[in-house]
DNA sequence: AGCGGCCCTGTAACCGCTTACATGGTGCCG
DNA sequence: CGGCACCATGTAAGCGGTTACAGGGCCGCT
């Protein structure tokens, strides 16, 4: 027999289908869905039972279209795959999911073929109402002219410009990690720094810490055992092998994050430098591996940076429900096995 | 003095604005702005001219209403900070950004307040062109309401019914590793395990592999040297100290992820056995710290398994440059310090 | 009863782009 | 030289929502 009613697979309800149904207007039913006042009890009620029973749901390019606004974030990343931004973008999707927020994520700089900050944000164009950046750098003419196309901006990791900011005290990091250290009772302290061509904000404080922290100790910092570093496992290993062959070595090593004290375990094993008895190492981080190899560490929580960046902008995008702290984030001593007195005196 | 012509800060321009500064009328705009055919050299240049000058692009939304398609690709994830997850993130984030698609991350199951992937597919709703899942589980219906929405599918790291797959062929992975450990002169051999109530495939499949060659070697496989695990740190950790309390302990362990091999190193030291002298280990990854405690292991490029993934999507949807290959991604054995020949006979 | 005001609802104009279709111009062929 | 293709371009109708504005009903007040 022939099939004159097949359905022909059903098409997805546009809001036309769900006032019909419900025997209203498209008007009513758009502000019906959207909570918004003005309409009656009855008839809400009646329109959410039709997008109920025709399975709507707004498409959302004609929402962004119409409103200007695209309710969605983007979080504009160096290394995704690295471990402090995967950790702060999973923190990020987690609110952002919550509040009906997408999250996209952009990568730039070289680990994404070099696409800069700029044409980042010209990719951008348009499609988000909120720019989160994660330890990325981003000069003011740019925070500028994205600020001019009305998008909320908010930076993790360090301070930017005019933007608000989360992240740690990082000067007070420094000052945990030589406090830790000098109480041990460390004189000649190690550093493995950030990249020293660069104006890198965050090592730069934690550096300053330390020193600060040397100094309320009547010490003084010798920066013949500061060493660069990129926040790489391999800078850490290099490092130590180049700070154990000074001529006064130190008895501690302070890596500016977990991934360079890795290394230096890494390094210092191969050098037949034993840890802690030739030398202490502290990080910073608390990475998810620091337990598995014993390291002392300043710890951190990242997602959470993630997530109070996400409460930021739709917050001030104008679906915030939780206040947002705005203080730094917790940080605090993790010992573990990695420090321990010194052995030469 | 007044300021009649005062810029009243530069608004967006529209397809209008640069048609009628071009001279023509937007549905040429709109041709040879995307390079259809049928548009003269000439004209194409004056309309490219004019967009440039005032720095027009079109309006994402207003594209995807028109055409219907959302130029962006969902990642559904289960732990969007695994090591796993955030490379394959990764390397799909780098060649959508190059063929222009964006990349919405989603996170799925226990790591995010359990949204399943079902109420994930909703949120997903009419938002991407497609969705590449990564080491989810999604049963058949669900896949078929999805194909059904025309969404391009593709699952990275195991199999999915109906769709295309990337990821390496985890039978292989399990002979490599047992081969390795047998041709050392392992015979007992201790593998830890995916978890034991839920039938996921890679565990079992990465099992499979390492039986079959204890087989081919004229070993036989012994279950009571098996122990469960859920792929994190802590499971390697617990797995190890029960391995070794029993009667006849293996002389080598196979972890199934290098994650999980991380905590046997980290048990072990605690046990007091010591790796590869009491017992050796092999993981599977190359995990990047996988060089810093010395682990042998299988590797895998994840990374890669990301953008393939993309590129497989990117291209059903039309804008593929490169062909893509669909066999097993490459895998290799990596030898480092945590293999040996048994001590014990 | 008359009137103002407040709610609730509907009409229709947009948002900015894509694309089917119509139109006019050109070149080529018979 | 007429006619036909074909190419380049324009016109306008969507795409599926949002929202300014208008209108109608009802209540309370004078």
Redesign the interface.
């Known amino acids: 027999m022939s099939d004159p009613a097949a359905q022909p697979?059903r098409e997805?309800a546009t809001i036309e289908d769900v006032a019909r149904s419900a025997g209203v207007s498209v008007a009513t039913v758009s502000r019906a869905l959207r909570n918004l006042p003005n309409v009656a009890d009855s008839t809400r009620a009646r329109v959410e039972a039709a997008a109920l029973e025709l399975d709507y749901?707004a498409?959302?390019?004609?929402s962004?279209?119409a409103t200007g606004r695209?309710r969605?974030v983007a979080v504009v990343v160096q290394?995704?795959?690295g471990?402090y931004?995967?950790?702060v973008?999973?923190g990020v999707?987690?609110v952002c999911?919550?509040a009906g927020y997408?999250?996209?994520?952009?990568?730039v700089g070289p680990?994404?073929?070099d696409?800069d900050v700029f044409s980042a944000a010209?990719?951008i164009?348009?499609?988000v109402d909120a720019i989160i950046f994660v330890d990325v750098r981003v000069s003011s003419e740019e925070l500028a002219a994205l600020a001019?196309?009305s998008l909320a901006l908010v930076s993790v990791g360090h301070e930017l410009p005019q933007i608000p900011s989360v992240g740690i005290d990082d000067i007070e990091v420094g000052r945990i990690a030589a406090r830790h250290l000098i109480e041990l009772g460390h004189r000649r302290i190690g550093l493995i720094n950030g990249p020293d061509e660069l104006p890198f904000v965050v090592p730069h404080q934690r550096q300053h810490g330390f020193e600060a922290a040397m100094r309320d100790a009547g010490l003084v910092p010798d920066p013949t055992l500061y060493t660069p570093g990129n926040f790489t496992?391999q800078d850490g290993a290099d490092a130590v092998i180049e700070l154990m062959a000074h001529d006064d070595p130190p008895t501690a090593i302070f890596a500016l994050a977990d991934e360079m004290a890795?290394?230096v375990?890494?390094g210092a094993?191969q050098a037949g430098v034993t840890i802690p008895d030739d030398v202490s190492l502290i990080g910073v981080d608390d990475h998810?591996?620091a337990?598995?190899?014993?390291l002392t560490t300043v710890h951190q929580d990242v997602?959470e940076h993630g997530a109070r960046a996400a409460r930021l902008v739709v917050g001030q995008l104008g679906h915030g429900d939780e206040p947002v702290d705005l203080d730094p984030a917790p940080i605090r001593l993790v010992e573990r096995r990695t420090t321990a007195p010194p052995r030469r005196a």
């Open positions: 697979r997805r749901r498409d959302p390019a004609a962004r279209l695209s969605s290394l995704l795959n471990w931004s995967s950790h973008v999973a999707e987690a999911a919550e997408d999250t996209i994520v952009v990568g680990g994404s073929r696409r010209d990719a164009h348009r499609r001019e196309q496992v890795f290394g375990i890494l094993e998810d591996f337990p598995v190899v014993g997602a």
